[in-house]
């Protein structure tokens, strides 16, 4: 069968390869680094392509250089790591910088990848004196001398820069990036108000898109007293398990990811409670945001977690009715108690130890042993 000159397998052929073809309007960027030091084999670069596919590139460092060109349609916030990056996301080997379609070269040394010296990006430029004006608010909350109070504080004034930027630069990619940032923690009508004031071409970028598909699934939040939403979904066996099977149990959803770094660093914790709790009635639902079911497994199996898990995956974190759309679960790893009766007792964000930590929810069980509640 043939359609306009066309044979039925040229057509097929023309659907199948044009599925991941970058959009018309991409444009090439090509990124030249040069590495001083002598330990770096190798930088990982990871994006979001023109087709919307995430990126992970292995770029080779030979005689301390490295090359990669791409296609990108909008600029955006990246992340660059190599063989020396260990797990902590301030590991000094660790850069988060604006790649854009242009012409770029970026120098690093080793040990000091937040001070490389990037050229070719306006984007980058305009987030770096973003950076420079929040950097004395950060150096304040690292300060052990810190307590929760004034960090709360401190994190609230560092979210008003961000947004007084936004609503200031309108024309800047940086600014969607901010709002998209702080969207699931801010009203519906401030969210709306903020986007309404970004210029269009920035409301079609990465950030845009997401910030105006959060205000179109938008559910309210969640808290406590609420009662918790119920879900179902496929467990580690294969089975599926909801919530309601634990009437009568006080549950912890853990959402969380193996490719997370904060959420590994928070397994010995949960470990912890999972050994001191569980014979007491604690349950745990690991709910995984992994980007398939194979990593996931391996997850559970490597780290050991012997808990109850479910998978819903990087693709479908923000589909209408899933469960991270149901809890408004940003960042993670994040910890949500709920009581015998399905009421949600609290929240707790293990990756900001300045906000309520896993210590924070021991302290809460401990008390609900003590009245006799769990």
């Not at 987030?127 to 001398?145: M, T």
Request: charged share 30%.
């Amino acid at each position: 069968m043939k359609i306009k000159g066309l044979t039925t397998f040229t057509i097929l052929l023309f659907i199948l390869t044009s599925c991941n073809q970058p959009k018309s309007n991409s444009k090439t960027f090509t990124l030249k680094g040069k590495v001083d030091g002598q330990n770096t084999e190798y930088v990982v670069l990871s994006y979001i392509d023109s087709s919307d596919v995430y990126i992970s590139d292995t770029l080779v460092v030979e005689n301390n250089s490295f090359f990669k060109q791409g296609s990108l349609i909008h600029p955006q916030l990246v992340v660059l790591t190599s063989n020396l990056t260990g797990v902590f996301m301030e590991d000094p080997n660790r850069l988060r910088f604006f790649l854009e379609p242009n012409e770029m070269e970026i120098d690093l040394k080793e040990d000091q990848f937040p001070d490389a010296l990037i050229t070719g990006s306006k984007s980058q430029i305009e987030y770096e004196h973003l950076a420079k004006e929040i950097k004395p608010y950060y150096e304040k909350l690292k300060s052990k001398e810190t307590g929760r109070e004034k960090a709360r504080k401190l994190l609230a004034e560092v979210k008003n820069i961000h947004l007084k930027y936004a609503i200031n630069n309108p024309n800047s990619y940086v600014s969607a990036e901010m709002i998209n940032f702080h969207s699931e923690e801010m009203p519906i009508d401030s969210l709306k108000m903020l986007y309404a004031g970004l210029d269009p071409i920035i409301k079609e970028s990465f950030y845009g898109l997401d910030i105006q598909e959060t205000i179109e699934s938008f559910i309210p939040i969640v808290d406590s007293g609420d009662v918790a939403p119920g879900f179902s979904s496929e467990n580690s066996d294969g089975n599926v398990l909801s919530l309601n099977q634990f009437k009568g149990k006080t549950v912890l959803l853990d959402f969380g990811a193996g490719w997370c770094v904060p959420c590994k660093k928070e397994i010995p914790g949960v470990k912890r409670i999972f050994d001191k709790y569980h014979s007491k009635g604690l349950e745990i639902i690991g709910v995984s945001f992994d980007k398939d079911k194979t990593s996931w497994k391996e997850n559970i199996k490597d780290e050991k977690l012997n808990w109850h898990h479910i998978y819903v995956g990087s693709d479908n974190i923000r589909e209408k009715g899933s469960i991270n759309s149901l809890y408004r679960v940003k960042p993670i790893p994040a910890y949500i108690l709920i009581d015998k009766n399905g009421i949600i007792i609290d929240r707790y964000r293990g990756a900001d130890k300045k906000d309520k930590s896993l210590k924070d929810l021991e302290a809460k069980l401990e008390t609900l042993i003590s009245s006799k509640l769990l």
